[in-house]
């Protein structure tokens, strides 16, 4: 399965952005979904998770209270709503299958990443 993410872009710090990442097939809804950020220079990070049937999420500190991950199984898509942005939350946004189906936090148990998507937040 390929894992197509989109929605970034350039925005001014307390905007919103809505990123999408959408499955090729059927196969990951049964898997848990996550959101990874990469800063230049700096190592790739988790940002958000949910488990397969929506009903967990676990978010990074950073974020917490501003962004909102969330899922539509019968579009094969998962949504990262990020509001009140900040310049910091500039990076490369990937989306990522995990190999269970809860929120994991570490991303060494994500096995099918998808491109990442150019988050910009001008302050």
């Known amino acids: 399965v390929q894992l197509q993410a989109s929605g970034g872009g350039l925005v001014q710090a307390g905007g919103s952005l809505r990123l999408s990442c959408k499955a090729s097939?059927?196969?990951?809804?049964?898997?848990?979904m996550g959101w990874f950020r990469q800063a230049p220079g700096k190592e790739r990070e988790f940002v958000a998770a949910m488990s397969w049937n929506g009903l967990s999420t676990s978010y990074a500190d950073s974020v917490k209270g501003r962004f909102v991950i969330s899922r539509d199984r019968a579009k094969n898509t998962v949504y990262l709503q990020m509001n009140s942005l900040k310049p910091e939350d500039t990076a490369i946004y990937y989306c990522?299958?995990?190999?269970?189906?809860?929120?994991?936090?570490?991303?060494?148990?994500?096995?099918?990443w998808g491109q990442g998507t150019q988050v910009t937040v001008s302050s």
């Open positions: 097939d059927r196969s990951t809804s049964n898997n848990g």
């Open positions: 990522a299958a995990n190999r269970f189906a809860y929120s994991a936090t570490s991303q060494g148990v994500y096995n099918n």
